[in-house]
């Protein structure tokens, strides 16, 4: 029997599973370009860091008085990103391991994540992820994105698994917020180090400060483990 009991485990993808944040920064790079915003920085994108596409596009429409209408953004920075997505999209090696520990286990797991369903499948596929993540649930199919806690209660409902039961893995303070909303166990992993003192990351479980280049796929099983025997 595992010795994660009926732990079940929610990835974000962006930023947790795989660095794909760059993609996301040229794709609306492209877009903002292609309708006279020229100046837009990696300094502008990273507030976006964690939001959904969707309401990242509502804030650029806003923000830059854009006229197109917001599903003709979205469809374009969309369209940018896959083509990105499908050739270089880089997997955190020691996720890849963690990922590979609990499907050993058998453990229940799923990808929730602001992208579109399109984008996440896509790069599951690419990255050969989707072997062992095959439940999977976009921003898109409910009713709010992060840091409301939606997309991670219909991950667990689909796993059949109760929320106290979950743990989430993720990299941005709206998605550790989310956790904690959801009732659900996080370890968090901020992609940027400037934020690891948000107060939403306080409410994580474990809190690997120095990001990827400091998590390593044995201690977050070794937490798991310790956190299944207590609950």
Known sequence: MSSLGGTAVIFDLDGTLVDSEPNYYEAGRQTLAGHGVTDFTWTDFEQY???STAETVAHWKERYALEAPRDVLLEQKNRHYLA??????????EMRKFVELLAVEGVRMAVASGSSREAIEAILAGTGLDASLRTVVSAEEVARGKPAPDVFLEAARR?????ADCVVLEDAAPGAAAAYAAGMRCIAIPYLAAQADDPAFATAGLLVRGGQSEFTARAAYDWLVRSAASS
């Open 49 to 51: 860091v964690g939001i």
């Open 84 to 93: 990105l997505a499908r050739t270089a999209t880089h997997v955190y090696p």
């Open 159 to 163: 796993l059949g698994a109760a929320p």
